[in-house]
C-alpha cells in the first residue's frame, strides 16, 4: 500500500551540483508528474509522462531533464543545480479525471 | 490556458465556525475541478473533485464544495471545522477536451489558502 514514493526526502546540493530524485508508484497508473512548490506560487508542473518512454514538458521546465524507463518509475534531474531550483518537489500519478496521488516530497536546498 | 485564482490566502477561524475557502477558475473549456489539502510537511491529499453532474460535491473530512459556472468559481465550504483542520488548501482545474481529447490530466493549481483554526 505504498502509494506514490520519493527518495530523497531531502537533500543540500552546492551550486553547479548535479542529483536525480526518484518518485516510484505502484498503483499501474500511466500519467506521472514532477511539480515544485514555492511559497506564494502554488504548484507549478515541471515535466509529466503520459507512458513508459514519453515524457513532455511542464510549466517550468528549464534545468531539469526527466526520463521514464520504466512505468512505476519518473525521474528528475537537475543537471547543475542552481539556488532558484531550491524548493519542495512533489511527484504524483494519477489517471485524468481521477486526481493525483502525491508523494511526501522532497525538500532540496541548493547552496 | 487555464488559470486558477484562490482569493484569500490566510483564513483564520475559530472552532465549530463555518468556513469558506474561495477559488475561482478561468478556462475557454469545460474542466475537472479539485480540491486538495496539505498538512504540514506531508504531501497533497484529495478532498473533493468535480467532473459532471450535481453541481455540489462532497468530500472527505465533512468538507463540500458547490460549481457555479456562470461565476467560474468553486468554493470549499464546511459548516464547523476543527483544530485538525488547520492546513494549506489548494484548488486546481483540469481542462477537459471531450471524449476525443486529453490533457492528460495537467492540474493548474492555485497559489493556496492557509487555514488557520483557533480553540
Known amino acids: 500500500n505504498a502509494g506514490v514514493t520519493q527518495t530523497p526526502k531531502f537533500r543540500v546540493l552546492k551550486t553547479g551540483q548535479s542529483m536525480t530524485l526518484l518518485c516510484a508508484q505502484d498503483?499501474?497508473?500511466?500519467?506521472m508528474y514532477w511539480y515544485r512548490q514555492d511559497p506564494g506560487m502554488g504548484l507549478r508542473l515541471i515535466h509529466y509522462?503520459?507512458?513508459?518512454?514519453?515524457?513532455a514538458k511542464g510549466e517550468v521546465p528549464d534545468g531539469y531533464n526527466v526520463s521514464r524507463l520504466k512505468k512505476q518509475n519518473f525521474l528528475l534531474g537537475l543537471e547543475s543545480a542552481a539556488p532558484s531550483q531550491t524548493s519542495v518537489y512533489f511527484c504524483?500519478?494519477?489517471?485524468?479525471?481521477?486526481?493525483?496521488?502525491f508523494g511526501s516530497g522532497t525538500r532540496l536546498t541548493v547552496v | 490556458a487555464q488559470s486558477v485564482t484562490q482569493l484569500d490566502s490566510q483564513v483564520p477561524v475559530f472552532e465549530e465556525a463555518p468556513v469558506e475557502l474561495r477559488c475561482n477558475y478561468s478556462?475557454?473549456?469545460?474542466?475537472?475541478l479539485f480540491w486538495y489539502v496539505q498538512y504540514p510537511n506531508q504531501g497533497l491529499q484529495l478532498l473533493l473533485k468535480?467532473?459532471?453532474?450535481?453541481?455540489l460535491v462532497k468530500g472527505i473530512n465533512g468538507f463540500e464544495a458547490e460549481f457555479n459556472k456562470s461565476q467560474t468559481s468553486f468554493h470549499l465550504r464546511k459548516p464547523s471545522v476543527h483544530i485538525s483542520d488547520t492546513a494549506e488548501y489548494f484548488c486546481?482545474?483540469?481542462?477537459?477536451?471531450?471524449?476525443?481529447?486529453?490533457?492528460?490530466?495537467?492540474?493548474?493549481f492555485g497559489q493556496g489558502t492557509i487555514l488557520t483554526v483557533h480553540p
Open positions: 504524483a500519478s494519477g489517471r485524468r479525471a481521477d486526481g493525483y496521488t
Open positions: 498503483m499501474n497508473h500511466e500519467y
Open positions: 509522462s503520459v507512458g513508459e518512454g514519453t515524457t
Open positions: 478556462s475557454s473549456v469545460s474542466v475537472y
Open positions: 468535480y467532473l459532471s453532474g450535481s453541481t
Open positions: 486546481a482545474v483540469s481542462v477537459y477536451l471531450g471524449p476525443g481529447g486529453t490533457s492528460y490530466g495537467k492540474l493548474t
